[in-house]
């Protein structure tokens, strides 16, 4: 899932509205990692301070809910808290590259959007600030938690 898969409400006047109209996703329908959802998701369409803040309780909250779906059994959920972590930081990483590839797209849209240059600085600067954020958080993961893996690999 990620921000072109959300279709969003228009009211009678053709503005999007903050509502959720329907999630569309079927070009790359797979099975996969809840994680790689949640990174794209989050990296994609959230500030930084607000993706922070969901990745501090994102992890817990969906193991407890699997936990939950197995009626409890915590030992039918075949990962812990910081496995999830980490297939999370995995993708995260392909996805805060990803936004510099984003950029040129993003800059297009937001000038057929709005006609005035103040508004377009100012949703240029959000989505730059927004890929900062990433490549900020990208730099303390190979740091700190992933330091393990690049060190392992050479990079």
């Known amino acids: 899932m990620h921000s072109g898969n959300l279709l969003w409400k228009i009211n009678k006047n053709g503005e999007i509205q903050n509502e959720l109209e329907a999630i569309v996703d079927w070009q790359i329908v ?3 990692s809840q994680m790689a959802d949640l990174a794209r998701f989050l990296v994609h369409t959230a500030d930084g301070n607000i993706r922070r ?8 909250f969906y193991r407890e809910c699997l936990i939950k779906e197995f009626g409890g059994d915590s030992s039918k959920v075949p990962y ?3 496995k999830l972590r ?3 930081y995995y993708v995260f990483a392909l996805q805060a590259f990803f936004t510099l590839q984003l950029m040129p797209v993003f800059f297009t849209a937001v000038k057929h959007k709005y006609e005035s240059k103040d508004e377009q600085k100012a949703v240029y600067d959000k989505g730059i600030q927004k890929a900062l954020d990433a490549y900020n958080d990208l730099d303390r993961i190979y740091n700190e938690e992933m330091k393990d893996v690049f060190k ?3 990079l």
């Open 152 to 154: 392992k690999y050479g």
């Open 30 to 32: 797979h099975e996969g």
């Open 80 to 82: 812990n808290v910081e």
């Open 86 to 88: 980490k297939a999370y």
């Open 53 to 60: 803040e969901a990745e501090t309780f994102a992890f817990d």
